[in-house]
């Protein structure tokens, strides 16, 4: 059955939140001045997956401002975003210092890094402790944390995502860590070969929540951040978040009641319910929650959510010949198997 009505009218107020553009809270066409670093798939330069600045760049969109990112070497990226030079990050992680100049927004991705390996490879790995004296393959210039850093691994360095498989799959690293957003590409862009060459973990080695962040220097950082985060939700109900991360299915809490609802990026799916869904964030997924089955699961379809499968109406089971016309079908990766 489907909710009551006063949870339908809230989830409908975030599906049909008004795309129009508004004047920007400083009433400046200037756009912010923004400053990363290249950490692909989530931020890049222009033309490359950034899927990260992509998703700020729409935010802000829907609140009439504009942004230009910089990128710089990591070395370089907290001493700029700390300086009067920029405007803060479309890309941040949280520490002290940086919350000392910095107004963050409400966490939009969460970084995950998800341990892969050839079929025959244990990947039950619970610490990157667990990683010690096995081959890593990590793309060159990634910044993995010093946690990896002291794991005592040994580390194959690649120039790609794409590479770093490779690697694996040519028997030259034991692992690559990859990012569970690029480890979902894969599998829903090359299923077959996934199931018959890979092993993927269940349990993410390295987990940090991205944010948005302005200088509090700003006289209208407050207001920029507060309406940014007010986008959110309405992003995920109308499929902007399908379309820029490239994934068919979220599971995403989207009327704040504490529990995931499996969201589709278009109303017409096909006769089953899907068999996995990107989490957008693991603490909005308990641990008991089970995967998505006809029974046990909850659905959003047009602006309403559905407490299982069976009470999904007809209407959005028929076979999707017609794909979302608003989803991306460009390319991302390129894997060779």
Not at 51 to 65: H, K, N, S, W
Not at 237 to 257: E, K, M, N, Q
């Amino acid at each position: 059955m489907r909710l009551p009505l006063y949870a339908t009218l809230l989830v409908c107020l975030f599906a049909t939140a008004p795309v129009s553009q508004t004047p920007s809270p400083s009433g400046s066409a200037a756009p912010l001045r923004l400053v990363s670093t290249p950490w692909p798939p989530f931020t890049n330069e222009s033309g490359q997956p950034r899927f990260a600045l992509d998703l700020v760049e729409a935010a802000l969109g829907r609140i009439g401002m504009t942004s230009k990112t910089t990128i710089v070497e990591p070395a370089r990226f907290t001493p700029a975003l700390l300086s009067n030079v920029y405007d803060g990050s479309a890309a941040a992680w949280k520490d002290a210092e940086r919350e000392r100049v910095l107004i963050f927004s409400q966490p939009y991705l969460e970084n995950r890094l998800i341990l892969v390996g050839r079929k025959d490879e244990d990947v039950s790995a619970a610490a990157l402790s667990d990683l010690k004296g096995k081959r890593i393959a990590i793309v060159e210039g990634y910044a993995y944390g010093d946690a990896l850093e002291k794991s005592g691994a040994i580390f194959v360095r690649a120039r790609s995502e794409e590479d770093s498989l490779t690697f694996v799959l040519q028997n030259k690293a034991d692992y690559v860590l990859m990012d569970d957003l690029v480890v979902q590409y894969i599998v829903n862009n090359y299923a077959d070969e996934a199931k018959a060459t890979l092993n993927i973990g269940n349990t993410p080695l390295v987990k940090r929540p991205l944010y948005f962040a302005v200088r509090r220097a700003r006289p209208d950082a407050a207001s920029i951040i507060s309406q940014f985060n007010a986008q959110l939700r309405g992003m995920i109900a109308d499929r902007t978040y399908h379309r820029l991360l490239h994934v068919p299915w979220i599971s995403a809490d989207i009327d704040g009641d504490g529990r995931p609802e499996f969201i589709p990026e278009s109303d017409r799916v096909g006769v089953t319910p899907p068999k996995q869904a990107y989490t957008l964030f693991l603490e909005d997924q308990a641990p008991s929650t089970p995967r998505p089955t006809e029974s046990n699961s909850r659905f959003f379809f047009g602006g309403n959510i559905y407490t299982d499968w069976a009470t999904v109406p007809n209407q959005f089971k028929e076979d999707p010949r017609n794909p979302d016309f608003r989803r991306s079908t460009a390319s991302i990766f390129t894997f060779k198997w």
